[in-house]
């Protein structure tokens, strides 16, 4: 079930709603980074999970690939069409699992609500301070000790990185419209450190565009 109403006037939503369907169909080329944050994201079994930016509910499918006896799971976005085409990988759990239409930055669930935060391709769409709202969404809705797990859009390494972020950035020149957001980050885990949590595994996944996964803890 869906609840509550999301912000609106938000560019990123838009775009992102009326392509829940081309999103759909490019999910497998994300295959490997999803399957490599279900297994940061361990150990599952018994655990509350919140699903931060679910999208048409890669990342969740994923959880429940690898572990489907999670607690409960709650696939959040903005995007009702997302939402919409996320609701089916999430029946495995029944009534374990719900989604909820809500900002990132404003979730409407309760101080420590879950003890694993995924938060699937999102950050390096947002500028720094709506990256740093959402982690510390984030950091709240984890019980102390709880598990960030994430994805974005990440690049090689050194020169190489810098070329293909260069590339990425002139790709945004030639095709306005067709492609929103900051771009591909240069390393995540600086920026979720800066944001209160303690680093403990990333990887760089290269593919059709790279990914780099990573997870981490609330201090207790």
């Known amino acids: 079930m869906t609840e509550a109403p999301a912000p609106g006037g938000d560019r990123l939503v838009a775009f992102f709603d009326r392509r829940a369907g081309a999103y759909d169909r490019q999910l497998w080329l994300e295959g490997p980074a999803l399957r490599a944050v279900a297994e940061l994201a361990e150990p599952l079994v018994g655990v509350r999970v919140v699903d931060l930016a679910t999208g048409t509910g890669g990342v969740a499918a994923a959880l429940i690939a690898r572990e489907p006896r999670i607690a409960s799971l709650v696939a959040v976005d903005a995007a009702p069409h997302m939402l919409e085409r996320a609701a089916p990988r999430l029946a495995p759990l029944g009534a374990r699992?719900?989604?909820?239409l809500a900002d990132a930055r404003a979730v409407p669930l309760a101080d420590g609500a879950a003890d694993v935060v995924t938060i699937g391709y999102?950050?390096?769409?947002?500028?720094?301070?709506?990256?740093?709202?959402?982690?510390?969404?984030?950091?709240?809705?984890?019980?102390?000790?709880?598990?960030?797990?994430?994805?974005?859009?990440?690049?090689?390494?050194?020169?190489?990185?810098?070329?293909?972020?260069?590339?990425?950035?002139?790709l945004t020149r030639i095709l306005p419209g067709a492609i929103v957001g900051e771009g591909p980050m240069a390393d995540l885990a600086p920026v979720v450190a800066g944001a209160g949590f303690e680093v403990d595994a990333t990887w760089r996944i290269p593919g059709v565009y790279w990914s780099q996964v990573l997870s981490a803890r609330r201090p207790s």
Request: no cysteine; glycine share 16%.
């Open 97 to 100: 699992a719900r989604t909820l």
């Open 122 to 170: 999102l950050l390096h769409l947002l500028e720094p301070g709506a990256r740093m709202a959402v982690l510390a969404e984030a950091r709240r809705l984890l019980r102390p000790g709880g598990r960030l797990a994430a994805v974005v859009h990440g690049s090689p390494r050194g020169f190489h990185g810098r070329v293909y972020r260069a590339g990425w950035h002139g």
